[in-house]
C-alpha cells in the first residue's frame, strides 16, 4: 500500500522547501544586519507557509491516514517510525513559530510576511528575548536536518538491506510487482 498522491505531494514539496529553507537559513547567519533586514522577509514568508503546509499535512493525515506499516516491521521499529513521524510534525510546526518569535524579538525591526502581516508588532522585544529564540530556531532547524537524514538513512536500510516495501510506500514506481 503506498500514500495518496496528495501525501506524497505534500511529502517531497516540503521536503524540498525545507532543504532550501535550511541552505537559506545557513546564508543568513553569514550576512551583515542590512542584509539580513533585506533578506527575512522573504525567509518569514517561507516559513509562514511552510508552517501552513505542516498544519494542512497534519490536517490531511488525520482525514487520510496512512498506509499500514507491513507485516515484516516489528513492534520496535513500529514504535520508532512513528515517534519520528511525531518528531518531524512537532519539529516542522515548532521552527516557523520559533523563527516567528524571533523574529517578532527584534527591537526596532519591522518583518512583514508576504508584505502584508507586521510579525514584529505582536511581541515585546530584548536582546536577550532574540537570542533565545535565534538558538530555539537554529536548534529546530539543526534538529530537523538531522532527523531527515536519519529518515532518508532509514529509508535506504529498507530499500537496500531489509529489500521491504517501505521505500515504496512514498515512490510508488519502486513497487515490487508480485
Not at 95 to 122: K, M, R
Request: overall charge positive; hydrophobic content about 55%.
Amino acid at each position: 500500500m503506498v500514500f495518496d498522491w496528495v501525501a506524497r505531494l505534500l511529502h517531497w514539496l516540503m521536503a524540498l522547501l525545507l532543504i532550501i529553507m535550511f541552505l537559506f537559513g545557513m546564508q543568513m547567519e553569514e550576512l551583515t544586519l542590512a542584509e539580513r533586514r533585506e533578506a527575512l522577509p522573504m525567509h518569514a514568508s517561507m516559513g509562514l507557509l511552510l508552517l501552513l503546509l505542516a498544519l494542512f499535512r497534519l490536517f490531511w493525515r488525520r482525514r487520510y491516514p496512512p498506509p499500514p506499516y507491513p507485516d515484516s516491521m516489528g513492534p520496535g521499529q513500529r514504535k520508532w517510525a512513528k515517534g519520528v513521524v511525531h518528531a518531524f510534525y512537532l519539529l516542522m510546526i515548532l521552527l516557523p513559530i520559533a523563527g516567528f518569535l524571533h523574529a517578532a524579538s527584534y527591537v526596532d525591526f519591522e518583518i512583514h510576511a508576504f508584505g502584508i502581516w507586521n510579525l514584529t508588532a505582536l511581541l515585546p522585544s530584548g536582546e536577550l528575548l532574540t537570542g533565545v529564540f535565534h538558538v530555539i530556531h537554529g536548534s529546530c532547524a539543526w534538529l530537523l536536518i538531522i532527523l531527515a537524514i536519519g529518515h532518508a538513512g532509514a529509508t535506504l536500510k529498507h530499500a537496500f538491506i531489509d529489500r521491504d516495501e517501505i521505500p515504496a510506500r512514498m515512490l510508488p514506481f519502486l513497487r515490487k510487482s508480485k
